[in-house]
């Protein structure tokens, strides 16, 4: 059973830094590409960052670039979104997703429960 369980999420004020974690189990994790995807309060889901298989390749929404990194370590089959000057427009639940392929698809057939993280003053 393919699992993706997130965690590291919580409050921080505007300027502040989040890791997000994503433990994955259940398929072959170094096959994959892997992503992550936010949902605001109110709004709809938006694509946020997508990293390749072995991590040669990273991807990042204009919203957040620079500002954010994904990592992953295949040996600990998990996936990070290191997450730096955080504002307060990044308030939304976080999840993570496994791609269908090892590259850049943006087709998710798996996803986490999620984890929220609220910037606020």
């Known amino acids: 059973e393919v699992q993706l369980v997130e965690t590291g999420g919580g409050l921080v004020q505007p300027g502040g830094s989040l890791r997000l974690s994503c433990t994955t189990s259940?398929?072959?994790?170094?096959?994959?590409?892997m992503g992550w995807v936010r949902q605001a309060p109110g709004k709809g889901l938006e694509w946020v960052s997508g990293i390749s298989w072995n991590g040669d390749g990273t991807y990042y929404a204009e919203a957040i670039k620079g500002r954010f990194i994904v990592s992953r370590d295949n040996a600990k089959n998990t996936l990070f979104l290191q997450m730096n000057s955080l504002k307060s427009e990044d308030t939304a639940v976080y999840y993570c997703?496994?791609?269908?392929?090892?590259?850049?698809?943006?087709?998710?057939?798996?996803w986490g429960q999620g984890t929220q993280v609220t910037v606020f003053s």
């Open positions: 997703a496994k791609d269908r392929s090892g590259g850049r698809t943006y087709e998710f057939d798996y």
């Open positions: 259940g398929f072959t994790f170094d096959d994959y590409a």
